[in-house]
């Protein structure tokens, strides 16, 4: 059956990109994009029109989940906490055993938990290719990254062509709001001759790439000394070390990774030289900071990030790291870390995030062309009681706790009652 057009009013309509408006709405045509956002009474009723109304709730752009492993969701919290190389032994332990339908569950899951907190696009790191598969069968949107692996050098090409057939496979079926690409998985993974041909073979399809980049000590050790817990693992497998750099962003930048087209995720270790490389060459970043702290690496220099100007975004990372998949847990800590208004830490979650994934035109504020990807959120009572509220205290009363009712993809409900 052919969606019909979406009239949705409620008590405020925040677009982001401009104040809040009281008692409005947003006009969405059949194709799931926005028409028009206004005061209530302007806002056109098209006959035929679908027509909700959340008179107790603040209406937004769905929020921009930057960096999730969702395929992992099964975990829920099971894989073990201790130091990050042996966190990572089990991961891959998990990998190598774990049934398929399990992953397929878990995307399942882990999609409709972002939706349950106001989620409308998730980029999405994964080798099973189970959350390109459930984003396209529940009608998600996201982009999801081919993860590439493979840290001994003579091995690159045959590891480049398993990740290459099982993007181009999943590519082949994905739904037109998913976006299949590949990410070199991290420094510790994927030997620089590898890199290197991911690099070229995305450039030249025009593909967006994405790396975990100086998350950890040991991945810095492994990278600027040949040592630490990576490298003595490297060398127990009879693998050649990577040549020196002085850091892991300067490492990816000898292999041509750096460049607009990258996201970078984590840059928990990224110093003064390394943000400022990041900036030169374009790059995005996605922070995810609950994850870093439950691992021990610390906090993301996000003040000097955003500082360089910088496209940041946030992400929840899995939940074999986090608790939840709560994008506005990360927007709360990402304000205190970087000290930031209210304002500044919303607006990670939802531009932010768009303008990180190069997907500002689509997603991440309510203006005409864009998706109607809608998330609502209850108002308490005293901003119920406020007549036309300022954005600074309608953010700070949505990242104290503000519940999400329904979440909209393109004009079509995936989470909440009408």
């Avoid at 994009?33 to 056109?44: F, K, N």
């Avoid at 989620?119 to 590439?148: F, I, P």
């Avoid at 590891?159 to 590519?171: D, I, N, P, V, Y």
């Avoid at 220099?301 to 939940?319: F, H, K, N, Q």
Wanted: negative net charge; charged residues 20%.
């Amino acid at each position: 059956m052919k969606q019909r057009s979406l009239r949705v009013a409620a008590r405020l309509v925040w677009p982001i990109t401009s104040p809040p408006i009281e008692h409005a709405a947003v006009l969405a045509d059949d194709a799931g994009r926005i028409v028009a956002v206004g005061l209530d009474g302007q806002v056109p009723r098209p006959p035929g029109a679908r027509e909700v109304r959340y008179p107790d709730a603040a209406l937004l752009p769905g929020l921009v989940n930057a960096h999730t492993h969702l395929e992992l969701h099964f975990l829920g919290g099971a894989a073990p906490e201790g130091d990050f190389f042996t966190w990572i032994q089990h991961m891959r332990h998990v990998r190598d055993t774990a049934p398929a339908e399990a992953y397929q569950e878990g995307a399942r899951a882990g999609l409709r938990e972002c939706w349950r907190h106001g989620v409308t696009t998730v980029a999405d790191t994964g080798t099973s290719g189970a959350t390109a598969r459930a984003l396209g069968e529940l009608g998600g949107r996201g982009v999801y990254y081919q993860e590439v692996i493979g840290p001994d050098r003579r091995d690159a090409e045959r590891a480049f062509g398993t990740a290459a057939k099982a993007s181009e496979e999943l590519r082949a079926k994905a739904a037109p709001a998913v976006q299949v690409v590949l990410s070199p998985h991290a420094p510790y993974t994927v030997s620089p001759s590898l890199l290197e041909q991911a690099v070229a073979f995305a450039r030249a399809e025009g593909m967006p790439l994405a790396m975990h980049l100086a998350e950890s000590a040991a991945e810095t050790e492994l990278i600027s000394a040949g040592a630490g817990a990576f490298a003595a693992g490297w060398q127990e497998r009879g693998i050649p070390l990577p040549e020196p750099a002085r850091s892991p962003i300067a490492w990816a930048d000898r292999a041509g990774l750096l460049g607009p087209d990258l996201l970078a995720i984590h840059a928990v270790r990224a110093d003064a030289f390394d943000v400022e490389l990041l900036a030169e060459r374009g790059a995005a970043v996605a922070c995810c900071p609950r994850s870093n702290r439950s691992h021990g690496h610390g906090n993301p220099p996000l003040g000097e990030l955003i500082g360089a100007g910088i496209r940041v975004g946030l992400g929840t990372d899995s939940v074999a790291s986090v608790e939840d998949l709560d994008l506005l847990a990360e927007a709360r800590l990402a304000r205190e870390l970087a000290g930031l208004d209210a304002v500044a830490a919303l607006r990670l979650a939802t531009v932010g995030g768009a303008a990180a994934l190069g997907l500002e035109r689509e997603v991440g504020s309510l203006e005409p062309g864009k998706w109607a990807d809608l998330a609502l959120f209850e108002l308490g009572s005293e901003m119920q009681a406020v007549a036309a509220p300022e954005s600074a205290e309608l953010a700070s009363a949505l990242l104290a706790g503000g519940e999400v009712v329904a979440t909209y993809v393109a004009g079509r409900r995936v989470f909440g009652d009408s």
